[in-house]
């Protein structure tokens, strides 16, 4: 458990409405990811950061929005939601781990528990 | 443009079977290779692999990696149903701020 939450869990939304989803973390992590999952499609990156207002876009970042005001927290904004964007939306981070070697590793991954969302 | 590639996309297996799942990968600046595995909720940690050759394990689960030939494979031996899931594989890269590239995953379902 990296100490990732969601909010909300679940949400449906109307077409053109804002809608702003919460990732938070409690490990003071320094990489944070917002990323989508749809059939057929796999896990998508749509933007990510690397610090406090440090924030980069992925690959399907158009329609989204992130900030980053704070280490634990990142938010995802839709502006305008749109049906295309229903979608469940994983926040991920990056965490260093001991390996056997005695070093730390940094390229794993670790996800919260998702936001199931549904534009009507 | 990086890419990762899992093959089968699907698979349906019996109780007791063992299968191997494939990734291969195009990226630049190698680091290593993750395997994950998704049942109904989030993606959970598997595997990394940084070395070709060298074998990880846990339990009835096992890959290996060949940077030779840009590929791992997954191998899962006993297959159960609680083995059902998709497996998603992603390849980390040494530049600096670079997100992990990932593959879309195979659907494995293990039937009694």
């Known amino acids: 458990d990296a100490g990732i939450t969601q909010s909300p869990r679940h949400k449906v939304t109307e077409t053109g409405t804002p809608v702003t989803l919460r990732c938070h973390q409690t490990?003071?992590?320094?990489?944070m990811y917002w990323y989508r999952q749809d059939p057929g499609h796999g896990l998508r990156l749509i933007h990510y950061s690397y610090g406090v207002k440090d924030t980069d876009k992925g690959e399907v970042s158009d329609g989204y929005s992130v900030s980053r005001s704070k280490t634990e927290d990142f938010l995802l904004t839709l502006e305008s939601a749109t049906s295309s964007q229903t979608s469940v939306y994983f926040c991920?981070?990056?965490?260093?781990?001991?390996?056997?070697?005695?070093?730390?590793?940094?390229?794993?991954?670790?996800f919260g528990p998702g936001t199931r969302l549904t534009v009507l | 443009e990086d890419k990762v590639v899992q093959s089968p996309l699907s698979l349906v297996v019996h109780e007791g079977d063992t299968v191997t799942l494939n990734c291969s990968y195009e990226v630049t600046n190698f680091r290593s290779l993750l395997w994950y595995k998704q049942e109904k909720k989030a993606p959970t940690f598997l595997f990394m692999l940084t070395s070709s050759g060298i074998e990880k394990k846990s339990g009835r689960l096992s890959s290996i990696l060949d940077k030779k030939e840009l590929f791992s494979i997954l191998n899962i031996t006993a297959t159960q149903t609680g083995d059902s899931a998709i497996y998603l594989c992603?390849?980390?890269?040494?530049?600096?701020?670079?997100?992990?590239?990932f593959g879309k995953g195979t659907r494995l379902s293990v039937i009694a």
């Open positions: 992603a390849v980390g890269r040494n530049s600096g701020n670079t997100p992990l590239v």
């Open positions: 490990e003071n992590h320094r990489y």
């Open positions: 991920a981070i990056r965490a260093p781990r001991r390996v056997a070697a005695g070093g730390l590793s940094y390229n794993e991954q670790f």
